[in-house]
């Protein structure tokens, strides 16, 4: 072989020695660009479970902690027919936009300001702001002092109203997000049950809502075993309340889109519990992106002052 012909025959192998070696480094690249993708994942995965799961956990441990001292009339010969403190879970001057599924309002000796006297008026709900391209899930709170202009439990029946939400509790940017408890929660469920743990039902109340002044049939187990039909005559608490919510950690939320809030507000409200809720949108292929980061936590409390 000539020394041109060995040159050009060695330059060749070089050239395709180069290509190989790109192509190996190439595949690496493509490898460890993809090993580094699913990390990420997984640890944003694993950061949305430990957001869910504290967030929710300290919003049910908070609403607990205030159910707990939840108060009964000041007259316990109170018929319903003059105003006077009461526990309310949808009561009819809350519009149905804010059941999702349930609010709840009551009141507490918990006031910040005891001028007045000391009883809170406290209530949750959850609210949709869809007025942006990412709709917006927020738990909001009421809470006002005895005294506030609100605070009108005394002085009417219809003590919650839109009004009252609207003025206490507008979470919006506007009123430097007055009333806004919690991003990010898109359902809000309370369960009103009695002695035996069974969910109670009263005459004339909707389906999931309570009300203090109504009464209701309960059954008690006995130390003999046996179970006692006992009626509650009003004004009456329950004997313990089960608080869930539904929560979507801050990278889901960012996902969401106009139909997939709608999609996500109709599954709560027919959905009995908030795991059952989790439960049906995870079959829906549409919001495979956003259950990932969803989550439930529930709690149950009794009550201080009931039965």
């Known amino acids: 072989m000539f020394p041109s012909q060995k040159r050009n025959s060695l330059h060749a192998y070089s050239l395709v020695e180069v290509m190989v070696a790109s192509a190996v480094l190439s595949l690496i690249v493509v490898l460890l660009v993809q090993v580094?993708?699913?990390?990420?994942?997984t640890w944003s995965q694993g950061q949305g479970r430990t957001?869910?799961?504290?967030?929710?956990?300290a919003l049910v441990d908070f609403i607990g902690r205030e159910l707990r001292s939840a108060a009964l009339p000041v007259d316990s010969r109170s018929t319903g027919n003059t105003p006077d403190l009461q526990?309310?879970?949808?009561?009819?001057?809350?519009?149905a936009q804010y059941r999702q599924p349930q609010a709840v309002f009551w009141q507490a000796p918990l006031?910040?300001?005891?001028?007045?006297?000391?009883?809170?008026?406290?209530?949750?709900?959850?609210r949709w702001d869809d007025s942006s391209p990412t709709p917006r899930a927020s738990l909001c709170r009421i809470f006002l002092n005895p005294g506030a202009g609100d605070h009108l439990v005394y002085s009417q029946l219809s003590w919650v109203t839109e009004a009252v939400l609207n003025s206490s509790a507008p979470a919006d940017a506007a009123n430097s997000y007055r009333g806004l408890f919690a991003e990010n929660v898109v359902g809000l469920w309370v369960r009103c049950l009695d002695a035996s743990g069974n969910a109670i039902t009263?005459?004339?109340?909707?389906?999931?809502?309570?009300d203090s002044r109504v009464g209701y049939a309960d059954q008690v187990h006995e130390s003999t075993g046996t179970v006692a039909n006992v009626t509650r005559s009003a004004p009456v608490l329950p004997t313990a309340v089960e608080v869930s919510v539904v929560v979507l950690d801050s990278r889901s939320a960012s996902l969401l889109t106009a139909p997939m809030?709608?999609?996500?507000?109709a599954a709560?409200?027919?959905?009995?519990?908030a795991a059952h809720c989790v439960e049906t949108l995870q079959t829906n292929v549409s919001l495979s992106r956003i259950v990932?980061?969803?989550?439930?936590?529930?709690?149950?409390?009794?009550?201080?002052?009931?039965p």
């Open 36 to 41: 580094a993708g699913m990390v990420s994942n």
């Open 51 to 57: 957001e869910r799961s504290q967030n929710g956990r």
């Open 87 to 95: 526990f309310v879970v949808n009561p009819a001057g809350v519009p």
């Open 111 to 126: 006031a910040t300001s005891t001028v007045h006297g000391n009883m809170a008026e406290i209530g949750y709900f959850v």
């Open 202 to 210: 009263q005459p004339g109340v909707g389906a999931g809502g309570y």
């Open 261 to 265: 809030a709608a999609t996500i507000k």
């Open 268 to 273: 709560v409200a027919r959905s009995a519990t």
């Open 292 to 306: 990932v980061g969803m989550s439930s936590q529930t709690l149950k409390v009794h009550l201080e002052s009931a």
